[in-house]
Nanobody, 125 residues
Framework: VQLQASGGGLVQAGGSLRLSCAAS????????MGWFRQAPGKEREFVAA????????NFADSVKGRFTISRDNAKITVYLQMNSLKPEDTAVYYC???????????????????WGKGTQVTVSS
């Protein structure tokens, strides 16, 4: 599976961005998808995940109520809608794919099957 993330940019606090991650190479619906982020000087952290059929999702406490995750299996794309952005959301955002939703739910980064290149999100105060 090849993953290509896009949609990052510079936004003011309180604004919104939508990240997209386009996949190719395997049956997309067989994979749970997720987003992680890494801020400067910090370890990469889990943001959100969605099951293969889109029926289940999970979010980090820091983004609950502000971010939503969705997928369009026909377009083999997963989205991260980010609202009410805060400066602390500034990070490089990475999309991830794994054949087991549990891997993402348990934040088992070392076991994730596929990673995309990141997209930078910068939130100014």
């Amino acid at each position: 599976v090849q993953l290509q993330a896009s949609g990052g940019g510079l936004v003011q606090a309180g604004g919104s961005l939508r990240l997209s991650c386009a996949a190719s190479g395997r049956t997309f619906s067989n994979y749970a998808m997720g987003w992680f982020r890494q801020a400067p000087g910090k370890e990469r952290e889990f943001v959100a995940a969605i099951s293969g059929n889109g029926g289940s999702s999970n979010f980090a406490d820091s983004v609950k109520g502000r971010f939503t995750i969705s997928r369009d299996n026909a377009k083999i794309t997963v989205y991260l809608q980010m609202n009410s952005l805060k400066p602390e959301d500034t990070a490089v955002y990475y999309c991830a794919a794994d054949s087991a939703y549990r891997t993402l739910l348990l934040r088992l980064e070392a076991r994730v099957d596929y990673w995309g290149k990141g997209t930078q999100v910068t939130v100014s105060s």
